[in-house]
């Protein structure tokens, strides 16, 4: 159903761990299909913390939060994931907030 929507493209970063430093170490970059709003709202990040995002990204990948997003050549750290259902109960897309 959101298939048709998701006309942008960005690259997607799935973090994979920390380094001996605590510098987080991603996989390599993968082109993923996009519905990208760049329009602020608060979210709660994974403490609990209200926070602001700078864009709403529509996607069916499976993005967690604190991988990474680019788009037009930014890089944004997702800060919220939500799976949406459709009417059937499965999982339609995610709505990431970065």
Known sequence: MI?????QTAQWKRKTGNN????????????IAVRWEGR??????????????ECLVFCLEDVQPDDVITYKGTDYTV?????????????SHKEVAC
């Open 40 to 53: 602020r709202r608060m979210v709660r990040n994974q403490q609990g913390k209200e926070v602001i995002s």
């Open 20 to 31: 001996d430093y605590a510098e987080p170490i991603y996989a390599d970059p993968v082109d």
């Open 79 to 91: 800060i919220a994931v939500s799976e949406i259902p459709n009417l059937a109960g499965s999982i």
């Open 3 to 7: 298939q048709g929507k998701l006309n």
